[in-house]
């Protein structure tokens, strides 16, 4: 018994049994009203749970089937179609999120694809026609016809066929798959070759260069070469007389200019002069022997030297302006010491 009701001291504690007398009949009625309960509720409330869990479920998946509708309907001709990106923030946003980028890509591919269907299109068709024509011409008239002449003229029109294949399939390329410019090249260098280059050709232009020291960039030095060489093949067709090619540095960049004297490029067409196959009403409006392609392909070559290419004012004619950054020339001199020691000293082994 507790020492609260028997008075004792508290360290003596006694045990009490409590009996307690229930008829059977009264225990078989409760345990009866028992399994009566859980015969109706149990089914209910599995109900009930199902119920809830297929609506928790539709809701929640509701945005994938949205999405699953979405890239049902994408086609070659749909590509711009994207799914849509809930509110929620959780792993279903982060899906539609991840699946609109991948359709960016794939939309993105496509439409480079047909650019280069388009391009290759547009412009092979007109060197392999004069091939063609002048080979059948000679051909229905072997004793009248010029060979030398035809040869000359085939195999111009097979090199414009090999540079316009070139330039196309480099502009195929996605500038995402192009590798870092790990070289140093000096632009100066660059310029001295090419001006080198022009000054044999007669009957053309003047073409002058000014170069202010050394003018250091990362890049590859084909490419560099690409450009600066597309750049002053417009300017040598459009000059009147000269052309001038500068280069030098300002604020951490490598400035190169290429001006000529010819009849400039208005400033409505100053960026359409990069588009493909751009051709402007003006005096500029034809290249001779140009594939529509040089000024595209060198301002894709300045982008992915992290660069920028474009025509500002000048004092007379067209004046293409290319912008680079900057590499001290140190680096340049501790490359190439690196190169030198490396192929003087190769490497032994036991």
Do not use: K
Request: charged share 25%; net charge negative.
């Amino acid at each position: 018994m507790d020492s609260g009701l028997s008075g004792a001291a508290p360290t003596d504690h006694r045990r009490l049994t409590l009996y307690l007398f229930v008829l059977p009949w009264d225990t078989l009625r409760t345990l009866t009203m028992f399994d009566d309960t859980l015969r109706f509720f149990v089914p209910l409330a599995v109900l009930l749970t199902a119920l809830v869990a297929w609506f928790s479920a539709g809701r929640a998946l509701r945005p994938v089937e949205a999405i699953r509708r979405e890239l049902a309907e994408v086609r070659g001709s749909r590509l711009d179609r994207r799914v849509p990106v809930p509110r929620s923030g959780d792993e279903v946003a982060r899906l539609a999120r991840t699946t609109n980028a991948a359709l960016d890509r794939l939309q993105q591919a496509h439409d480079q694809q047909e650019r280069f269907v388009a391009d290759a299109g547009h412009e092979l068709r007109s060197p392999l026609a004069n091939l063609r024509a002048g080979l059948e011409v000679a051909l229905a008239h072997p004793g009248r016809a010029d060979w030398p002449a035809v040869a000359h003229r085939s195999l111009l029109d097979v090199q414009r066929l090999q540079r316009i294949t070139a330039d196309l399939l480099q502009l195929a390329v996605d500038p995402a798959e192009v590798p870092a410019p790990h070289g140093v090249v000096d632009l100066a260098d660059v310029v001295r070759e090419q001006v080198a280059e022009r000054e044999v050709e007669p009957g053309g232009p003047v073409v002058r260069s000014v170069v202010d020291g050394p003018a250091t960039v990362a890049g590859e030095p084909v490419q560099l070469e690409r450009l600066l060489r597309n750049v002053l093949d417009n300017a040598v067709r459009h000059a009147h007389a000269s052309v001038t090619v500068r280069v030098g540095r300002s604020e951490g960049e490598v400035v190169l200019e290429v001006l000529d004297d010819g009849p400039g490029i208005p400033v409505p067409d100053r960026e359409r002069v990069f588009d493909r196959f751009a051709r402007l009403d003006d005096a500029r409006a034809r290249d001779a022997g140009g594939s529509g392609l040089g000024l595209t392909l060198a301002r894709d070559i300045a982008t992915r030297h992290g660069g920028t290419l474009r025509v500002e004012d000048g004092e007379t004619g067209a004046r293409m302006v290319a912008r680079l950054p900057a590499v001290p020339p140190e680096v340049r001199r501790a490359d190439a010491t690196s190169s030198d020691e490396c192929a003087g000293n190769p490497t032994t082994q036991p």
